[in-house]
């Protein structure tokens, strides 16, 4: 993963697209948690910025059955494209999408109950910015809540399959620096203050997704993660790779189940009245 361009993002989306599950997202854990912890209620208005293939969004207006407005907002046009697909496939006339810049909402000030962002706030430059924005369409006693990546040695998702293909490909192995860029606790809340929010919160969310089809995990994360460096490889090649990953994943095989830990962090914050 490289810059934050729109051009890099709409890039991709094209991954995105093809491994996106359709209707409701396979492990919806955190998207579950945000709706908790926000506690949104049928019949509020709600909007979710880069929201990307529509995560939380789908998830919010399928707990709204039916009941309200959500609107999901992304940078890129192909993302939201699949976020849609979604929506149709779920029947949630209750959604709207918009193409959207977080840091320059197309929206009046005062409109919504609450706005949602699932790894999204990592990447744009001022998060401050973004999160003051957030607050000017917020409705007076509405509330905003972030979830971020937590730290990238805490979060196997990231470092066991980042380290199988590195030493499975002979390259540098790393984090995407902008995913964990917001992983040290405190540091959400401080942006949410900053940005004027009255009263501020901040928790770690942490959860094993018990990953039934290990084969179809592996898969859908080397092609989306790992987009550039399987594109070419024949189906051979990239059987051999998603062995060498599979079998990074052993050690978290409990009962017989891979078991995988992950790491988030929410902030929540609410605008005064
Ligand atoms: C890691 S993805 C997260 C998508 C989704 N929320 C999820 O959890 O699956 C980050 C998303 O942020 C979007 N994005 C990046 N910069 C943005 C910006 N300035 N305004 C709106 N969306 C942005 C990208 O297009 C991408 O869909």
Redesign the pocket.
């Given at each position: 993963m490289g810059t934050?361009s729109?051009n890099d993002?709409?890039e991709?989306?094209k991954a995105?697209a093809a491994t996106s599950v359709q209707g409701i997202?396979a492990d919806d854990t955190?998207?579950q948690m945000i709706i908790a912890e926000t506690r949104i209620r049928a019949g509020e208005k709600i909007l979710?910025?880069?929201?990307?293939?529509?995560?939380?969004?789908v998830s919010i207006a399928h707990s709204m059955k039916n009941d309200g407005e959500v609107v999901c907002?992304?940078?890129?046009p192909l993302?939201l494209q699949t976020a849609r697909q979604r929506a149709e496939k779920l029947e949630l006339g209750i959604m709207q999408f918009a193409a959207?810049?977080?840091?320059a909402l197309p929206f009046a000030a005062g409109q919504f109950d609450a706005i949602t962002?699932?790894?999204?706030i990592?990447?744009?430059e001022d998060k401050v910015a973004?999160a003051r924005e957030a607050t000017r369409v917020l409705k007076p006693g509405g509330r905003i809540a972030y979830?971020v990546w937590g730290a990238y040695e805490e979060n196997p998702p990231f470092h066991v399959s980042r380290r199988a293909v590195a030493e499975y490909l002979g390259t540098e192995e790393g984090p995407v620096p902008a995913?964990h860029s917001l992983s040290a606790p405190g540091t959400l809340q401080n942006i949410l203050r900053e940005a004027g929010l009255s009263k501020v919160e901040e928790c770690e969310l942490r959860y094993r997704n018990k990953v039934d089809d290990v084969d179809d995990y592996v898969t859908r994360n080397l092609k989306r993660s790992f987009a550039k460096e399987t594109e070419n490889m024949t189906s051979a090649e990239f059987s051999l790779l998603k062995e060498a990953v599979i079998e990074a994943w052993q050690p978290f095989i409990e009962d017989g189940i891979l078991q995988v830990p992950n790491y988030a962090r929410l902030g929540l914050g609410w605008k005064t009245t």
């Amino acid at each position: 993963m490289g810059t934050n361009s729109k051009n890099d993002w709409q890039e991709r989306s094209k991954a995105w697209a093809a491994t996106s599950v359709q209707g409701i997202s396979a492990d919806d854990t955190f998207n579950q948690m945000i709706i908790a912890e926000t506690r949104i209620r049928a019949g509020e208005k709600i909007l979710d910025v880069a929201s990307g293939t529509g995560n939380p969004a789908v998830s919010i207006a399928h707990s709204m059955k039916n009941d309200g407005e959500v609107v999901c907002a992304d940078l890129t046009p192909l993302m939201l494209q699949t976020a849609r697909q979604r929506a149709e496939k779920l029947e949630l006339g209750i959604m709207q999408f918009a193409a959207a810049d977080m840091a320059a909402l197309p929206f009046a000030a005062g409109q919504f109950d609450a706005i949602t962002c699932r790894f999204g706030i990592m990447f744009p430059e001022d998060k401050v910015a973004v999160a003051r924005e957030a607050t000017r369409v917020l409705k007076p006693g509405g509330r905003i809540a972030y979830i971020v990546w937590g730290a990238y040695e805490e979060n196997p998702p990231f470092h066991v399959s980042r380290r199988a293909v590195a030493e499975y490909l002979g390259t540098e192995e790393g984090p995407v620096p902008a995913r964990h860029s917001l992983s040290a606790p405190g540091t959400l809340q401080n942006i949410l203050r900053e940005a004027g929010l009255s009263k501020v919160e901040e928790c770690e969310l942490r959860y094993r997704n018990k990953v039934d089809d290990v084969d179809d995990y592996v898969t859908r994360n080397l092609k989306r993660s790992f987009a550039k460096e399987t594109e070419n490889m024949t189906s051979a090649e990239f059987s051999l790779l998603k062995e060498a990953v599979i079998e990074a994943w052993q050690p978290f095989i409990e009962d017989g189940i891979l078991q995988v830990p992950n790491y988030a962090r929410l902030g929540l914050g609410w605008k005064t009245t």
